[in-house]
């Protein structure tokens, strides 16, 4: 699948995407493509699994998918017109462990 974004060079396979670097439109290193988020009936990439990502931007170095309209150009590197400030993991509270009823006696 040939890939093409405004401001990048053609790419023969979207696979030569993995594996580079990634940077914000400040310069910021972001992480590695690892994978991509393929929509199979549109033969279309959708966006890109970024990890080893950087601590400064993204809480916890977790990996995250960043959707392909944020990119800004690829060449030997990505670069994004769009990344946010930082990237916090959402916490989901802990279920309230239920009493047990009193033992009969």
């Known amino acids: 699948m040939a890939i ?6 053609m790419l023969e396979e979207a696979s030569e995407l ?3 670097q990634v940077y914000t439109s ?8 690892s994978n991509l988020v393929v929509e199979v009936d549109e033969n279309k990439v959708q ?4 990890s080893n990502t950087n601590p400064l931007l993204v809480e916890g170095s977790k990996s995250v998918n960043v959707p392909y309209r944020w ?4 060449g030997d590197i ?5 990344f ?4 916090a993991v959402k ?4 279920p309230k462990a239920e009493k047990a009823p009193p033992a009969s006696e």
């Open 4 to 9: 093409r974004s405004q401001g990048c060079r």
């Open 18 to 20: 993995i594996g580079l």
């Open 26 to 33: 400040q310069g910021i290193f972001l992480g590695n493509v």
């Open 47 to 50: 966006g890109l699994f970024i």
């Open 71 to 74: 990119i800004s150009s690829i």
């Open 78 to 82: 990505i670069l994004l017109k769009y």
């Open 84 to 87: 946010p400030k930082r990237v």
């Open 91 to 94: 916490r989901t509270p802990k």
